[in-house]
């Protein structure tokens, strides 16, 4: 049916205190309007919609008052606020609940502001002003009501209706019972359960009775004891009736004493037995009804005699009086205008409160505003919305609320002094205004300037839109950065807004057998000791709900269905909170998983990811996890008929799962570094691919609005970067891409890269990777350098340095700490040339080196103090320790060396893994230091075999022992390069000939571009097979292999000529020869000659003396 013309443009509001009501209303409009065309939608916490555009085409909205603040936060970007011109308010009186009151104030205070807006933005002569209705039964003070609906220029009209306006004569009886001094409530309590069959007796007149009970549990007993003590007079059709309701409730306690006549209802009840019971007692098959307070409010049930038994309830752990409110609403039920003229309402309470409430039912208690305890929060709304933008607006908006209007009237009530006029009240405001927007301040929610004007902080618009507590902003200001999933799940359970979970005895074994329990599945983070508290009931239904643990208490799984409509909230709330403060990488990585736990109710690593699919639920998402399928790659590579037998279910159904898995975005990353990078700084390319791309283009499983988010953190646990990236992007071109720069971390070069979907366990990919800086780090006269392996996953601790001292013109000689002096015979240490006269030498290493290493430096210090000749001293030595053969010294042919790579030998644990192959850009290229130090270069030569066993020496084998170098500054790019390197111009004795040297290397080197990785000749290594190939890098210590720069021809001393190319002139082309390893080595793992400590002028005869320790060996 067509829409009414006037309706158009209109939208009509009714709001309610509870959901249950609103609900109500929801079905009996909707019969009622629906046949004139008009549309009815219900907008509260438990309606699962896209709220704006749900109720676009509805012209009568039914919501709750918190649920209606939290859409009109965001009115001004949401015309559909400015269409309402009718706003009804049932139950008015709740604007006194302290904790729901402020909600309903600030709401109608903010439709006011509308109101006022909208005239002044269109002509006010044509357009409709909102119109106020709100009702109530229990308002003495109506006219203040009155007063805060009121517009300026339209008073609101008041009406009052007393007894007599009512269909129905209510007669009120106020019963008094003993009660001893050391009774306690509970007792008193159970005593007036056998109190209640004769109340029922004298006033029910065989008419529907409803009893009002403090607890649940309380409801039960009451019950349970009315059946014992009393049976009703019922027909055979009733009987039989009641049976039929009987077999249809779950609840096996309500089904034995429902077919006896009674009935309990609470909330802590199934749906389903609450519709049975609430339909036997409509009808008049149920005699009698036991039901908990919230009832009055709710659910309407009239009866004709309503019994409140005991004036006391349990509310947040402790027992209190009920409020006058409340037992108005509670003896508002007894009428039934269809059924009765008469009726009667009971109140069971203690002789000494007897007269209290005998007077309170003659003369009622005034409403007043709890607006001042909750104004915070309410503050910051505006602010956001930009309604207050300095302190004069602020004062100004409270002017609009019932605050004021009651601190004019009440003073005292406030907390301010009784004999106050109107400006003392106003200022006492203000200061209340100012102080709780410097609280604001503080928390960096709003920003002010001078203390007059203000605006909003990113912060502040989170809190309002995700309507968060300043409590709960507060307790996560505070985080260190480094939380894990644990932290953050105690720290949401501890929050305010689950202030109304209440932690119940009968509750507290399920809980602690789902903590902790040798012979179950317990949550993934067990608390200690016992759940004793809310926050620990909290956190322990959040975990098991996650964990995919059943919950059996029906009265729990409502606990955690409410815990996780907040929940969800508050964890979207602080995965933007922290992105938005720039917190670390690990709470934002963190929270960000935790968000999406909480949507998908699972935890980020489950097996049970099957379960996110449409028609799988907690059963057979076990079934199949039982079946071994925890993925959905395994679940698609499954056959349909397969998915069938472990499911019990009939064909499509597998072939449905299967499609829709099929049609799941199915992410790829790839990360790769640039060639681009210098001491601090390095590029990235990220690429996200949507490897299904094209399928997706038809049909799709997750929703439009699904996206990943792409986060990248450092070792230091900062944020590199932070990205979202919806799919309709990717569906465009399959791919996303990205170059990042990044910035060197302190602790390592490890990145983690992380990609996370917004809605589906189980897509997530992360990685890490390890980033290249080729320049060293600088500490003033020392460059250290850093290398990581890629291949360690793990944020490795140890790194690599090695040390060089940097030629220093013109300074003082300053000997670094743990350094021997050398033994130079320079006139001047200051002026000489020698990096080792300024800084010492090294010390003996503390690694543990290999055998033959350690006794050839052992030889090499020796013969720096020692005069006796080095061959004698060798010869004493080993006559010392043992008698020697030295024919075992002697030449002998043997094959060639094993296969084996010289780390096997030199596998010193302390060493990271040398780096990966897979980098061409990492090796053969180090930086040439700057020309005016070209001249200073050090180089560290060792005469090092690196093999332990004495006679698998070979001295017609041996030919070119490894050069190991500390030196960086010696730039690498071609082949066939020289070592060269000089002090003070002065050319070393090791000298190569390049004609000879090119051709002697031939068979150990292939040449290679600059920047390619080396490859080693087939032909010159016989025994290599391809894996060992492959395995060399891993094996060979810390080394970086090099490739040396060519430079013009040099000769080749007699002395090395002499020791190192012997064989090779003899047989050029054996197939003996060995492989030639050229290192680039740190110094701190072997000790190296280092010859620039040699002065041109000595340098034969000490050449001569450091070859000789050889003669007697070879």
Known sequence: MEVPLPWLNIKIVYMAPIKALCSQRFDDWKEKFGPIGLNCKELTGDTVMDDLFEIQHAHIIMTTPEKWDSMTRKWRDNSLVQLVRLFLIDEVHIVKDENRGPTLEVVVSRMKTVQSVSQTLKNTSTAIPMRFVAVSATIPNAEDIAEWLSDGERPAVCLKMDESHRPVKLQKVVLGFPCSSNQTEFKFDLTLNYKIASVIQMYSDQKPTLVFCATRKGVQQAASVLVKDAKFIMTVEQKQRLQKYAYSVRDSKLRDILKDGAAYHHAGMELSDRKVVEGAFTVGDLPVLFTTSTLAMGVNLPAHLVVIKSTMHYAGGLFEEYSETDILQMIGRAGRPQFDTTATAVIMTRLSTRDKYIQMLACRDTVESSLHRHLIEHLNAEIVLHTITDVNIAVEWIRSTLLYIRALKNPSHYGFASGLNKDGIEAKLQELCLKNLNDLSSLDLIKMDEGVNFKPTEAGRLMAW????????????????????????????????????????????????????????????????????????????????????????????????????????????????????????????????????????????????????????????????????????????????????????????GTQIKETVMYLPKYELKVEQITRYSDTTAEILVTVILRNFEQLQTKRTASDSHYVTLIIGDADNQVVYLHKITDSVLLKAGSWAKKIAVKRALKSEDLSINLISSEFVGLDIQQKLTVFYLEPKRFGNQITMQRKSETQISHSKHSDISTIAGPNKGTTASKKPGNRECNHLCKSKHTCGHDCCKIGVAQKSEIKESTISSYLSDLRNRNAVSSVPPVKRLKIQMNKSQSVDLKEFGFTPKPSLPSISRSEYLNISELPIMEQWDQPEIYGKVRQEPSEYQDKEVLNVNFELGNEVWDDFDDENLEVTSFSTDTEKTKISGFGNTLSSSTRGSKLPLQESKSKFQREMSNSFVSSHEMSDISLSNSAMPKFSASSMTKLPQQAGNAVIVHFQERKPQNLSPEIEKQCFTFSEKNPNSSNYKKVDFFIRNSECKKEVDFSMYHPDDEADEMKSLLGIFDGIF
């Open 466 to 653: 995700y309507y968060i507590t300043f409590e709960t902003v507060k307790k996560f200001y505070t985080i260190s950065g480094k939380e894990t999933l644990s932290d953050l799940v105690t720290l949401i359970a501890g929050c305010k807004e689950f202030l109304d979970i209440q932690l119940r005895i009968n509750e507290k074994k399920t809980l602690n057998t789902l903590n902790k329990d040798p012979n179950r599945i317990t949550i993934r983070f067990p608390m200690e000791g016992r759940i004793k508290t809310r926050e620990m009931k909290v956190n322990c239904l959040i975990q098991a709900q996650l964990g995919c643990i059943p919950i059996q208490d029906f009265a729990l799984t409502q606990d955690t269905a409410k815990i996780f409509r907040h929940g969800s909230r508050i964890t979207r709330w602080l995965s933007d909170f922290v992105a938005a403060q720039e917190k670390k990488f690990a709470v934002l990585l963190n929270s960000l998983i935790l968000a999406k736990c909480f949507r998908c109710k699972l935890w980020e690593n489950s097996l049970h990811v099957s379960k996110q699919l449409e028609k799988i639920g907690i059963t057979l998402s076990n079934a199949i996890v039982n079946a071994g399928l925890t993925s959905f790659k395994k679940i698609e590579e499954t056959d349909a008929r397969e998915l069938e037998l472990i499911l019990n279910r009939h064909p499509p159904f």
